[in-house]
C-alpha cells in the first residue's frame, strides 16, 4: 500500500512539472514573437524605436507637421502659444470697434461693417447680428383693456424691445394689472438717436414720428367711442417726451383734449398744451431736459404744476435713466393713486 501511494505521488509531480514547462515554453515562444514584431515595426524608422522623437517626447503640447526636424517642435510650439496671445490681445480692440460701430456710426451699411469688423477681431460670431436699420412698431401686453381707457408707454434713446416690454410689464402691475400699449422707438444707436430726436425737436416729420401719431390717434377715437369721457393715459422717457409733444400739431383739438401725459426727463417740457393734462417730472440731476432750455428756465423762474422738479438721487448730471432711484418712485407713487381712483 505504501508503496502505490509513493509511486502516485511521483507520478503527479511529474504532471505538474511537464505542465509547467510546457507554459514556460509558450510564454518564451509568445515573447520572442512580440520581440521580433517590434523589430518588423521600426525597422524601416530612421529615427529608431522611439516614435515620439520629433516632438521631444512629449506628443501632447508639441508640434513637428514634417516629423523629421526634432527642433521643430519648440517652434511649433511657440507659434500656437503666439497665436493664443494674439487671440487675447485682440479680444477688447474688437469689443471696443463693436460698440463704437453700434452707437457711434449713424450709416446702417457702414455700422454693419464696423461691427462685423470688430467681432471677427474679438473671435465673435455674428450668427445673431440685427442687420440694417431697425423699425419702430407698435404692441401691446395682450391684456383686456379697461373700457374707456388706454395706458401708453413710449420710450427714449438707445432703449432695447426687451427692457421696453418689461417696463410695460411693469406699468401694467402698477396700475392694477390693466392692459399697456407700447411704442417702440427703435435705436439705431447713439448718433442716429439724437440726430432723429433733434430733426422731431424741430419739427421735421419722422418715420417713427408719424407712426406714433397714427396709433395715438386710433387710441383716442377707440376710447372716445367706447366713452365720451375717455382717457388716454401716456407715460414717456426722454425722446418720446419730444414725440408726444409733437402730437398737438398732428392732432385735432377733440382728439387731443382726451389724452393725460406724464413725461419723465423729456427733452421737451410739455406746457400750456391742448392735451386734458401735462405734467413734466424732472431730476435735478438730469442733464437732458436742459435741451429745452427756455422752457427750463422759464418753470425755474415762473413755477408751474406742470413742471415738477424732483431731488435727485443719482449722479450728477448723469441722472437719466427710466429706471432710476428718482424717477421710478415717483412713478410708484402715482400708479398708487391711479389703483386707488
Not at 391742448?274 to 413734466?280: D, G, L, M, Y
Request: with cysteine; glycine share 8%; proline share 4%.
Amino acid at each position: 500500500m505504501f508503496r502505490l501511494n509513493a509511486l502516485f505521488k511521483c507520478n503527479l509531480m511529474l504532471v505538474r512539472i511537464t505542465h509547467v514547462a510546457i507554459k514556460a515554453q509558450e510564454h518564451s515562444a509568445l515573447e520572442a514573437k512580440a520581440k521580433r514584431t517590434q523589430r518588423r515595426r521600426t525597422r524601416n524608422l530612421a529615427g529608431g524605436s522611439n516614435l515620439y522623437a520629433f516632438v521631444l517626447n512629449n506628443p501632447l503640447n508639441r508640434i513637428d507637421l514634417h516629423e523629421l526636424y526634432p527642433w521643430m517642435a519648440d517652434i511649433g510650439n511657440a507659434f500656437m502659444t503666439g497665436i493664443s496671445y494674439a487671440a487675447s490681445a485682440l479680444t477688447l480692440p474688437g469689443q471696443i470697434i463693436e460698440c463704437v460701430g453700434y452707437y457711434m456710426v449713424p450709416i446702417p451699411l457702414v455700422r454693419d461693417v464696423v461691427q462685423i469688423a470688430g467681432k471677427i477681431l474679438s473671435f465673435q460670431s455674428f450668427k445673431d447680428h440685427h442687420w440694417g436699420w431697425n423699425k419702430s412698431y407698435w404692441g401691446e401686453l395682450g391684456i383686456p383693456d379697461t373700457p374707456g381707457h388706454r395706458s401708453v408707454l413710449n420710450n427714449g434713446v438707445l432703449t432695447s424691445e426687451d427692457e421696453l416690454i418689461e417696463r410695460a410689464q411693469t406699468q401694467s402691475k402698477g396700475i392694477g394689472g390693466g392692459n399697456v400699449h407700447y411704442f417702440y422707438k427703435a435705436s439705431n444707436g447713439l448718433v442716429p438717436d439724437l440726430l432723429e430726436s433733434l430733426a422731431q425737436k424741430l419739427g421735421v416729420s419722422t418715420e417713427s414720428g408719424e407712426l406714433y401719431s397714427q396709433g395715438i390717434k386710433r387710441l383716442t377715437r377707440e376710447v372716445l367711442f367706447e366713452n365720451q369721457d375717455g382717457r388716454v393715459s401716456i407715460c414717456s422717457h426722454s425722446q418720446g417726451g419730444i414725440m408726444t409733444n409733437n402730437l398737438q400739431y398732428q392732432m385735432c383739438r377733440h382728439l387731443s383734449s382726451c389724452i393725460d401725459v406724464t413725461t419723465f426727463g423729456s427733452g421737451k417740457l410739455i406746457t400750456n398744451s391742448p392735451f386734458n393734462s401735462a405734467i413734466n417730472y424732472v431730476s435735478s440731476m438730469d442733464i437732458v431736459p436742459t435741451v429745452d432750455f427756455y422752457g427750463l428756465i422759464k418753470a425755474f423762474i415762473w413755477p408751474t404744476p406742470e413742471v415738477r422738479f424732483l431731488p435727485s438721487k443719482g449722479f450728477p448730471f448723469i441722472d437719466h435713466c427710466y429706471d432710476n432711484k428718482t424717477y421710478s418712485e415717483t412713478r410708484e407713487q402715482i400708479f398708487k393713486q391711479l389703483r386707488e381712483n
